[in-house]
């Protein structure tokens, strides 16, 4: 089992940064692929973007590439979400999630996610 929780949502302006944090816990995070995803209301759950398990391979969306970074910590069992430039249109809810399957971009590939952290941009 890994226990999953998400940080550093909140309300910013378009053009400003922000770094979401997911911190595991339980079996050893290192073991996991993670991704992030991000849902809007009223919306399906989007890929954001994975990291293999050493932190050196990410893949991204083609709606965030050259805006957001994501990058791991296997020492302190922490992904985080660089995410620069932000737009209205990056506001959702934004979860983290570990699997087995490398660099999966679809939610089902993922076994374990967070509860989620909200991301408001306005214009």
């Known amino acids: 089992q890994v226990q999953l929780v998400e940080s550093g949502g909140g309300l910013v302006q378009a053009g400003e940064s922000l770094r979401l944090s997911c911190a595991a816990s339980?079996?050893?995070?290192?073991?996991?692929?993670m991704g992030w995803f991000r849902q809007a209301p009223g919306k399906e759950r989007e890929f954001v973007g994975n990291i293999d398990r050493s932190g050196r391979v990410t893949y991204y969306a083609d709606s965030v590439k050259g805006r957001f970074t994501i990058s791991r910590d296997n020492a302190v069992n922490t992904m985080y979400l660089q995410m620069n430039s932000l737009k209205p249109e990056d506001t959702a809810n934004y979860y983290c999630?570990?699997?087995?399957?490398?660099?999966?971009?679809?939610?089902?590939?993922?076994?374990?996610w967070g509860q989620g952290t909200q991301v408001t941009v306005s214009s």
């Open positions: 999630a570990a699997g087995l399957i490398a660099l999966a971009t679809t939610p089902r590939e993922y076994y374990y």
């Open positions: 339980g079996r050893t995070s290192s073991s996991y692929f």
